[in-house]
C-alpha cells in the first residue's frame, strides 16, 4: 500500500530538549512538506523540501530543522528554541508542478507533540 | 492582506441540503487548487483537485475556479451527517509551495 506514515503519532516532550518527528513515504514523489496545526490557526507551512539535499524555509520555521538524504523520509526535528511546541504535526508529499502529472499532496495521520 | 481566505464557520446545515465552501486568495500565480477534509485529530484527506479555472464534479461534490476573481468553491449535494467535518482549501503555484486556508467547519443536522 503506497501512503505516507508519521511517527510516532503521541509525543510528549519535557520543555528544554529537542525532538524528531518521523515523516517516510513510499509514493515516490520528490516534494515533501511539514505542516503545524493549531486550533483556529489552519495548516502553517513549517519547511518544504523538493528534491533530496535542498530543502526551503516555510512561514513559521524558527525553532524547527530537517534534513532530506534520502527520497522516502524528511525528519522535522523540533528543538528548545521552538517557543511554543505543542501543537498537531502534518507531513506531505506530492509530485512537483511541470511533469504532466496531478500536482496535489497527500498527507500522513500526523503526530500530536504535547510538551509537559 | 492573507494569501489565503476562508470563513472558518461553523456553519449548520440540515441533511440533505447543499453546501456551498469557498475561499478567496491574493496570489494571481496560483495554478494548482485543493480541496481537503479532515476529521478531528486525523490527517487532512484529499477530496478534489484542479488546474487553473473551470468546474470538476466526483459523485456528490464539485469543485469551481473562477481565477479572474481569485476564488474558489466546493459544492456538496445531498449533504450527509458523515460530511460533518472541517473542509480546508488549498493552493499551489509553480515553486510548490502549498498555502492553505484556515479551514471551515461544517456541521450537518440530521
Known amino acids: 500500500d503506497g501512503g505516507i506514515t508519521q511517527s510516532p503519532k503521541y509525543l510528549f516532550r519535557k520543555e528544554g530538549q529537542n525532538v524528531t518527528l518521523s515523516c517516510e513515504q513510499n509514493?515516490?514523489?520528490?516534494?515533501m512538506y511539514w505542516y503545524r496545526q493549531d486550533p483556529g490557526q489552519g495548516l502553517r507551512l513549517i519547511y518544504y523540501?523538493?528534491?533530496?539535499?535542498?530543502?526551503q524555509k516555510g512561514d513559521i520555521a524558527e525553532g524547527y530543522s530537517v534534513s532530506r538524504e534520502k527520497k522516502e523520509s524528511f525528519p522535522l526535528t523540533v528543538t528548545s528554541a521552538q517557543k511554543n511546541p505543542t501543537a498537531f504535526y502534518l507531513c506531505?508529499?506530492?509530485?512537483?508542478?511541470?511533469?504532466?502529472?496531478?500536482?496535489?499532496?497527500?498527507f500522513g495521520q500526523g503526530t500530536r507533540l504535547t510538551v509537559v | 492582506q492573507k494569501e489565503v481566505e476562508q470563513d472558518p464557520g461553523p456553519l449548520s446545515v440540515p441533511e440533505g441540503a447543499i453546501v456551498s465552501l469557498n475561499c478567496t486568495y491574493s496570489?494571481?500565480?496560483?495554478?494548482?487548487f485543493m480541496w481537503y477534509r479532515q476529521y478531528s485529530r486525523k490527517g487532512p484527506e484529499l477530496l478534489m483537485y484542479t488546474y487553473s479555472s473551470g468546474n470538476k464534479e466526483d459523485g456528490r461534490f464539485t469543485a469551481q475556479v473562477d481565477k479572474s476573481s481569485k476564488y474558489i468553491s466546493l459544492f456538496i449535494r445531498d449533504s450527509q451527517p458523515s460530511d460533518s467535518a472541517t473542509y480546508l482549501c488549498?493552493?499551489?503555484?509553480?515553486?510548490?509551495?502549498?498555502?492553505f486556508g484556515k479551514g471551515t467547519r461544517l456541521h450537518i443536522l440530521p
Open positions: 509514493l515516490n514523489h520528490d516534494a
Open positions: 488549498a493552493m499551489k503555484n509553480r515553486d510548490d509551495k502549498i498555502i
Open positions: 496570489n494571481s500565480a496560483f495554478q494548482y
Open positions: 523540501s523538493q528534491i533530496v539535499n535542498d530543502f
Open positions: 506531505a508529499s506530492s509530485i512537483p508542478p511541470g511533469r504532466g502529472m496531478n500536482t496535489e499532496a497527500f
